[in-house]
């Protein structure tokens, strides 16, 4: 039988992964570059605002390299600078996956905009903020293209998936999840949130498809692809396998895989109609290092896998110390766990 996810994780190199003294660094998705090197896509954004929701009004995508998948990772550029409220994506880009089909790299992306002025060092700001509601509101997924690792990156002057009125994503789409396939269609899993009066209600999963991956996009179904009455769950990550399509994703209560924020592995034929696997646990927040000790981490989402040669090697993610929780974070960085053969 088949060791889970969960069995195969190794220890984690104390010293790898991508972090920048200055910054919250979020969100790493990882390709193997044409220079042979290993590039992380990644979010961050100044410490002189709060972790949470800084993110939403000043994160910017940049791009780090390491010779191996484990880092350290570099940084080397800033991706997607702001580049003015008048764009979707104008003020806040976050969120990035990086994939790759055929010779063009394909950078899918959270981004938002807001016509407000900048957070000022100094000035407080929090969820009640106006510049948070509005930029919360305006999240969307969009896509950017290019031939190279290093760009130059085509970014649209519109999202790929946006809202539907009445609909469970009527308040936002983010978090996209793509399954880029060979003949360049698309299976895209992505979170949502609906209008609830005047604000949003809790996060839900959908699935959205394109024949090819430059669009255009479609929901593919009316309703979350998880009950929301029995899944809550986040930062979702699927993959293709010869029986249809694998998942992991962050389990916000802890009530599905035993452990609030661990993630869970599920598994479907076509995408749409999902079932948890016999071993619902695919990673904890319990980390393991490669000097023997061992850390609860405030945080562990963002899940990313990294495939060589059709398999699953490198589990990365966004992490924080402290207690737990954005606010008792004093630091964050992208780690990554290396995975055994099965």
């Given amino acids: 039988m088949a060791r889970s996810l969960y069995d195969r994780l190794l220890p984690a190199p104390k010293d790898g992964g991508f972090r920048m003294e200055g910054y919250w660094v979020w969100c790493g998705s990882v390709v193997k570059g044409e220079d042979g090197q290993f590039h992380m896509f990644a979010s961050r954004w100044p410490k002189h605002l709060p972790m949470h929701p800084g993110w939403l009004v000043a994160s910017e995508v940049v791009r780090a390299s390491s010779p191996s998948p484990e880092g350290p990772y570099e940084f080397q550029e800033v991706v997607f600078p702001a580049r003015g409220a008048e764009y979707w994506d104008g003020r806040s880009t976050h969120n990035p996956h990086i994939t790759k089909h055929g010779d063009t790299y394909i950078l899918y992306y959270m981004g938002s905009t807001h016509p407000l002025t900048d957070v000022a060092p100094g000035e407080s700001f929090g969820l009640d903020d106006p510049r948070c509601i509005v930029a919360r509101a305006n999240k969307r997924i969009g896509i950017a293209t290019s031939k190279s690792v290093f760009g130059p990156w085509v970014r ?7 809202t539907r009125p009445g609909k469970f994503d009527s308040f936002l789409t983010s978090n996209p999840a793509p399954c880029v396939n060979e003949d360049g269609s698309v299976h895209l899993i992505y979170k949502a949130r609906q209008y609830e009066g005047n604000t949003h209600g809790k996060m839900m999963i959908g699935a959205a498809g394109a024949d090819h991956y430059a669009g255009p996009y479609r929901v593919l179904s009316e309703d979350p692809v998880f009950p929301p009455a029995q899944f809550h769950l986040e930062d979702p990550f699927i993959w293709k396998t010869e029986q249809g399509y694998e998942l992991i994703a962050k389990d916000m209560e802890g009530n599905i895989c035993g452990e609030k924020h661990a993630g869970i592995h599920a598994f479907s034929k076509d995408g ?27 945080n562990f989402e963002r899940p990313f896998l990294l495939f060589q040669d059709g398999k699953p090697t490198h589990l990365f993610a966004a992490t924080a110390d402290g207690s737990g929780g954005f606010k008792n974070a004093q630091n964050t960085w992208n780690m990554v766990i290396p995975i055994d053969a099965e």
């Fill in 156 to 162: 649209r002057e519109e999202p790929i998936l946006g």
């Fill in 272 to 298: 749409l109609e999902w079932q948890l696997s016999s071993l619902p646990k695919a990673y904890s927040r319990e980390v393991v290092w490669d000097d023997g000790s061992t850390t609860r981490m405030g």
